[in-house]
């Protein structure tokens, strides 16, 4: 038997109120992650309860990137905002741990907000962008 799964997109406004009710529930938090489109950000939330998947979409305008912090609520969703900012530059209202842009160090600044950042013209074999392959196992260390 199939497990329900549903996915709904509200407004940035309505965020709180939905992750509140989900959590009153008992639902627990699987992932945050975000996907950049040409003009918007979707962030999506994923919550599960007794197999049941729900999901919470969010879209951001690429103009103003950004979303209340649902950390306060979920702990460990401060882990995928700073994750966010850090890969799409997304800023999130209300972060309850801010690693102020330090939790990864990438060489380009929000990598993933472009179709055409380094990594896409990389694969499409864009010359200006070189890309060593690598051709073997590093020595281990002794």
Same mark, same amino acid.
């Given at each position: 038997?199939?497990?329900?799964?549903?996915?709904?997109?509200?407004a940035?406004?309505?965020?709180?109120?939905?992750?509140?009710?989900?959590?009153?529930?008992?639902?627990?938090?699987?992932?945050?992650t975000?996907?950049?489109?040409?003009?918007? /950000?979707?962030? #999506?939330?994923?919550f $599960?309860?007794?197999?049941?998947?729900?999901?919470?979409?969010?879209e @951001? +305008?690429k103009?103003?990137?950004?979303?209340?912090s649902?950390?306060?609520?979920f702990?460990?969703?401060f882990?995928?905002?700073?994750?966010?900012?850090?890969?799409?530059?997304?800023?999130?209202?209300?972060?309850?741990v801010?690693?102020?842009?330090?939790?990864?160090?990438?060489?380009?600044? /929000?990598?993933? #907000?472009?179709?055409? $950042?380094?990594?896409?013209?990389?694969?499409?074999?864009?010359?200006? @962008? +070189?890309?060593?392959?690598?051709?073997?196992?590093?020595?281990?260390?002794?």
């Amino acid at each position: 038997m199939t497990q329900p799964q549903t996915l709904e997109t509200i407004a940035a406004g309505e965020l709180g109120a939905k992750i509140r009710a989900l959590r009153t529930q008992g639902y627990r938090m699987i992932q945050v992650t975000a996907t950049a489109l040409a003009d918007h /950000f979707e962030v #999506t939330y994923s919550f $599960g309860i007794n197999g049941t998947l729900v999901s919470i979409r969010v879209e @951001v +305008p690429k103009s103003k990137p950004r979303v209340p912090s649902i950390s306060s609520l979920f702990p460990a969703g401060f882990l995928y905002e700073n994750e966010l900012h850090d890969l799409f530059g997304l800023e999130f209202d209300g972060l309850t741990v801010d690693f102020k842009g330090n939790f990864y160090k990438t060489s380009v600044k /929000f990598p993933l #907000t472009s179709v055409e $950042g380094p990594c896409t013209q990389a694969a499409r074999g864009n010359p200006a @962008v +070189p890309v060593t392959p690598k051709t073997s196992a590093p020595e281990p260390a002794k």
